[in-house]
């Protein structure tokens, strides 16, 4: 199916599943304890073995030598596989840092060994014992030192690394209000609950491999690229993802170690990354310097408008995007963006949740609420002054659904925006309370997206599609649109993802997993109705699928007959045509948020947090909160905790665990209240629906900053917001 | 070393196996006995995915060694209920959509077991606390707390009808 | 992990012939310090003694103002005991705040106090209350007993059985915790008694858990918040490390105290 116009009216519109509160179908298993994740796809008949890995001690430079000997002569060792031995791989197509192979050590913690053993301390222990010469060259490890001799990349992910439009410098010299800033986002890690594992088993020359996998096609591409196998003869499988962020887009070290180990040991092998591992050997957020500009007239018009942006990672990757919103948020005659990448040597740098517009939001809500305070105008009447329904960089085009302002508004008056006072104001007990807001923004990306749908003579749909579900609901809104696109209750549509045996869906990544996904298995169906209504001779065109059965004219026959023993199947892939070059489709929302800061200590507590959001239609309304709610949750960790510790000497992230990487818990998050706006937006797909679990991010951290400098008077302009960067700023108590 | 012979009773059963001393009770219990609700997340004792119950307390079965648990009387997430017969935990937990990925469910609807049984009738604030030992990264708690009040109201009302 | 032996004592003495066998054999109560740091191949004893099932070594008694509470005791059993809650609420308190609650259900006195991480919460309340930690072979005062980061007093096969301590006119604890480890950044314990105020304090010290003399000159003539207004903790004697400098732990220190005398009951 090519979606080339806009969607008019279609079966999805019915709404009696789609947009409903369908609890999770797979609630069941997860609360039983009976979802198999990547690590116990336990058959008692397959043998497994354990893989440990050994990661390097360096973190740039070569391996000299390595001495495996006491490892491999350690109890239960059943194989030793080095980075040596397996010699310099092919790179997949999606990795920055290589994975193994090779003596080259490009990070700290770049696999170099794995050790097999026929119990986990068993090879827990043997690693340990594997002996490596190092010789270390200097790295780069320091931003604000790398920054210096950053460069201007060819493009960032298909876009310029520039734009300017109008006389950005002259507008921002010639204006009566102008603002400048510099704001530092930290390295930040998914720290998703479920570390990468695989389970890699060899039958010849096929490898079957569960692992943890959000991207199923990319993942299998790129291990067949490393192993130098033939990608039909793999079968991967990930039913059951214990969360991504991004983290899981790409294929990593344990399924090319359980591959590889697997391969020597002759058995099967199962391999979990240490907690460690998934911070100094995975990817990461990278840290940005962001530079914001906005000069306004004393009416709030904002006149010139400019982002900068800085981070780093390993030759040949890529840059934090973190100027891309401030192309399209608000309005400006005169703008320019500008992204530079400077070269790290630490681990790679990759999208985690948001990718650009997190950390972007993070610095351009801080500095609109700045500007606004400097030009004596409510932050959320200067954003609403400054809305803009066309791409303010190329007016011809505009928004395909744009509704900012009332997100604002909305939440001003639900939140009791206007009990905000002054700076540092309002005083309970030891609390200093302030509220804060920001505008929400993430692009809607489009991706090919392929699904099979089958009728049984049952009347049983099963659709299959290799599209992921980590944690956000595909099972789910895969079987709403099923139920609703062929007329038959939630109950007998059965949902299959995440095999490599399934037609190649859009995965799960930035946010458009849901819409594109669910437009693939609309499209299968569309061709499954099709063949229905060829089979019993009605027109396609005027057959309606209803309670079960197909309906033309005075004819009803139910599906389970209609299909015959047989059974009849559809298969189809969504390609997104030119619609989003005449149309900019992004998503919207405003972050409301009330802190209390403590006045002798500086701890900072949210006390309530209000998110509005403008995503199109909402395909599912619990699954959708539910993602708004974890958002913004991560935002509390990113606005007040979350940061990787650079270790500039060595090279590497120094809090590697849970232990040191502050995620927020239980106790740190309040009430949270999350509104949808009613919409739908026909551009986007015949779902009518945009993504929504990346919004939920971005601006929230600002919102938090923003609120604490309501409540303390104190500007941060480093994250994460921690006690000592406002202590001395707060009032003395005694 | 030598392995040491190790009792237990698993979710009402009694298990006999062999175990290294060094070997940690959620391996034995996921390796040795397929019993794979209990997950392993971080492995430092602080994120609680591999929560079980040992002799009425809430444990972090990555913390203990299956040598220290000999004897013990082990209850996890697949003892509580089943797809058929979940536990009002586990209803409510489905209910209330208190789990995403589900990755730190088990160990969740096992503390909130055991929270239940030292404190009936939680605050919302106890609940936070009690569950404080138990990291998610997805839901943002919001609804693992109403899952829990609502099983606590639930099992309160059936206490009460009972009396 | 390396490969270790594991023994269950069944009583005091059977676990020191037991530490005595191995080549380096350590005790493990909780194991809530000693477990992660093997899996991090810190530590690698040979031989493991489990003092969790020694009778001896367990339950809490409260009499003629003498509270004693075995070193098996578990930082849940001391939060939630009755007479400890009527004897000294601060010390409930404390445990209360240790960890999370499944820390609190493995973790034991005996094995906070033996360890004496200069983060642990209780040293703190072992200093200011003027406990005597009892041992197999003698009873050893707080004061002589914790003597540096992870240094104590003890012997290397002494155990601890218990502890003991007098129950104070009033006490207080107040806590500023790590956000992620819950590891006290910064703990003051003050405890009032007829011969006088001490104040414990962890987290805090570059030299662990210590007693602030300044504070407890101030408190013994007025014990109220207020009296701390004067006193001044010097950040040359603070840890400074990832999660707070030595400047912000000083100020910590006063903050908590005056928090931890205003909370005293």
């Not at chain 3, 075995?70 to 000294?88: D, M, P, R």
């Not at chain 3, 003027?130 to 002589?144: E, L, N, Y």
């Not at chain 3, 903790?233 to 400047?247: I, K, N």
Request: aromatic share 6%.
């Amino acid at each position: 199916m090519q979606f080339d116009k806009p969607a008019t009216t279609n079966p999805i519109d019915r709404l009696k599943v789609v947009g409903q509160p369908v609890h999770r179908i797979d609630g069941q298993l997860k609360a039983t304890g009976r979802a198999k994740y990547a690590y116990e796809w336990h058959d008692p008949n397959v043998p497994y073995v354990y893989g440990y890995p050994v990661g390097a001690a360096i973190a740039k430079g070569h391996i000299v030598s390595m001495d495996v000997s006491a490892a491999k002569e350690a109890p239960g060792v059943l194989a030793v596989v080095t980075a040596l031995d397996v010699g310099e791989r092919k790179k997949g197509k999606f990795n920055t840092a290589k994975l193994f192979g090779g003596s080259e050590i490009q990070h700290y913690h770049q696999a170099v060994a794995v050790v097999v053993a026929e119990t986990f301390e068993q090879a827990r222990a043997a690693a340990a014992l594997v002996r490596v010469e190092y010789a270390e060259e200097i790295g780069a490890f320091d931003l604000k030192d790398a920054m210096k001799t950053a460069i201007k990349p060819k493009d960032v992910g298909g876009a310029p690394p520039d734009t300017a439009v109008g006389d950005f410098d002259g507008a921002f010299k010639a204006a009566p209000v102008s603002f400048d800033a510099t704001y530092t986002t930290p390295d930040q890690s998914h720290s998703m609950m479920e570390p990468h594992a695989s389970i890699a088993v060899w039958d010849g020359e096929a490898l079957t491999i569960w692992t943890s996998a959000q991207m199923i096609d990319w993942w299998r591409s790129d291990l067949a690229t490393t192993l130098d196998v033939e990608k039909e003869k793999i079968h991967l499988m990930s039913p059951f993802i214990g969360g991504g962020f991004g983290g899981k887009l790409f294929l990593r070290a344990d399924a090319v170690l359980a591959a590889f180990g697997a391969k020597a040991a002759r058995r099967p092998v199962k391999v979990a990354l240490p907690r460690p591992f998934m911070v100094n050997n995975t990817t990461h957020r990278p840290a940005t310097i962001q530079r914001v500009r906005i000069a306004a007239e004393h009416t709030g018009k904002i006149t010139a408008i400019g982002h900068e942006s800085w981070s780093g990672d390993l030759p040949g990757g890529q840059l934090e995007t973190a100027a891309m919103q401030t192309r399209l948020l608000y309005a400006g005659e005169n703008r320019m963006t500008a992204m530079r990448l400077a070269t790290l040597d630490l681990a790679e740098g990759n999208a985690m949740r948001a990718p650009g517009e997190a950390p972007g939001m993070m610095a351009l809500e801080i500095a609109m609420d700045e500007m606004a305070e400097k030009l004596d105008i409510d932050p959320v009447e200067f954003r609403i002054i400054n809305d803009t329904q066309v791409d303010p960089e190329k007016p011809e085009r505009p928004f395909s659904h744009r509704d900012l302002v009332s997100c604002l508004r909305l939440g001003a008056e639900r939140f009791g925006w206007s009990d905000r006072g002054r700076p540092a104001s309002r005083r309970e007990g030891n609390w200093l309370i302030g509220l804060g807001v920001a505008a929400a923004f993430r692009n809607n990306l489009l991706v090919p997206s392929a699904a099979r749908v089958r009728l049984d003579h049952e009347g049983v749909i099963t659709v299959e599609t290799d599209m992921t579900d980590i944690g956000t609901g595909s099972y789910t809104i895969i079987a709403q649109t099923a139920a609703e696109m062929m007329g038959v209750p939630i109950e007998k549509v059965v949902v299959r993802l995440g095999d490599s045996r399934f037609p190649v869906s859009a995965g799960s990544g930035g946010q458009f997993g849901a819409n594109c996904s669910t437009t693939g298995v609309y499209a299968a169906c569309v061709k499954l109705r099709e063949a229905i209504a060829q089979k019993l001779g009605f027109n396609s065109e005027d057959a309606t699928f209803e309670n079960g059965e197909v309906r033309s004219g005075n004819r009803s026959v139910p599906l389970a007959e209609a299909a015959g023993s047989e059974g009849l199947a559809g298969e189809d892939t969504v390609e997104w045509a030119k619609l989003a070059d005449s149309h900019q489709q992004s998503t919207f929302g405003a972050h409301f948020v009330e802190v209390g800061v403590d006045i002798a200590t500086g701890e900072s507590r949210i006390r309530r947090m209000l998110a509005v959001c403008a995503a199109g239609r909402i395909l599912n309304p619990i699954t959708a909160r539910s993602q708004v709610v974890g958002a913004m949750t991560m935002g509390v960790g990113s606005a007040l905790s979350e940061e990787l510790a650079v270790d500039v000497g060595r090279g590497f992230f120094v809090n590697h665990d849970l232990a040191g990487y502050e995620v927020p818990v239980h106790a740190d998050i309040p009430h949270q209240e999350v509104i949808f706006m009613d919409e739908t937006d026909p551009y986007s797909s015949p779902m009518k629906a945009k993504g929504i679990a990346e919004l939920g991010l971005c601006g929230v951290s600002a919102a938090i900053a923003n609120a604490i400098y309501n409540a303390t008077g104190v500007r941060v302009r480093e994250y994460p917001i921690t006690l000592d960067k406002l202590i001395g700023g707060l009032p003395d108590v005694t | 070393m030598s392995k040491m012979h190790i009792k237990l009773t698993v979710n009402g059963k009694p298990v006999e196996l062999l175990a290294e001393p060094r070997e940690l009770l959620i391996h034995v219990l996921r390796e040795e006995l397929s019993i794979t609700g209990p997950h392993i997340g971080c492995e430092t004792t602080h994120c609680g995915a591999c929560t079980i119950d040992m002799d009425g307390r809430s444990i972090k079965s990555c913390t203990v060694f299956a040598a220290q648990a000999n004897g013990a009387n082990v209850t996890t997430i697949e003892g509580l209920g089943t797809p058929d017969g979940l536990h009002v935990l586990q209803t409510m937990f489905k209910e209330h959509h208190g789990l995403q990925c589900g990755f730190c469910t088990p160990g969740m609807i096992t503390r909130a077991y055991r929270l239940l049984q030292e404190n009936p009738d939680p605050t919302e604030e106890e609940v936070r606390f009690g569950m404080s030992g138990n990291l998610c990264r997805c839901t943002g708690y919001q609804n693992i707390v109403k899952a829990i009040l609502a099983a606590a109201a639930e099992l309160n009302a059936v206490k009460e009808a009972a009396q | 992990m390396y490969a270790t032996n594991y023994h269950r004592a069944s009583s005091v003495a059977d676990a020191v012939r037991l530490k005595g066998t191995g080549e380096e054999t350590k005790y493990v109560s909780g194991g809530m310090t000693l477990i992660p740091t093997m899996k991090q191949r810190l530590a690698a004893p040979s031989d493991l003694v489990d003092l969790r099932h020694v009778a001896e070594m367990k339950g809490i008694t409260v009499s003629g103002g003498t509270v004693r509470i075995g070193a098996a005791t578990t930082h849940a059993e001391v939060a939630s005991s009755a007479e400890i809650k009527a004897a000294c609420p601060a010390l409930s308190h404390l445990a209360s705040l240790i960890g999370d609650p499944h820390v609190r259900h493995m973790g034991t006195v005996g094995g906070s106090v033996a360890n004496n991480d200069p983060a642990a919460d209780y040293p703190s309340a072992m200093l200011a209350l003027g406990a005597m930690i009892v041992t197999d072979r003698r009873r050893i005062a707080a004061d002589d007993f914790f003597t540096g980061l992870f240094e104590t007093a003890l012997n290397e096969d002494e155990i601890i059985v218990a502890v003991e301590f007098a129950a104070p006119e009033k006490a207080g604890y107040s806590k500023f915790p790590n956000p992620a480890s819950r590891y006290a950044m910064t703990g003051v314990f003050v405890a009032k008694s007829a011969s006088g105020v001490r104040v414990g304090v962890t987290g805090a010290g570059s030299d662990g858990v210590f007693r602030h003399s300044g504070m407890e000159q101030a408190l013994a003539g007025n014990f109220s918040p207020d009296a701390l207004s004067g006193v001044t903790t010097d950040p040359a004697d603070m840890l400074s490390d990832l999660h707070g400098s030595a400047e912000y732990r000083a100020n910590l220190v006063n903050v908590m105290a005056r928090r931890a005398v205003a909370a005293a009951t």
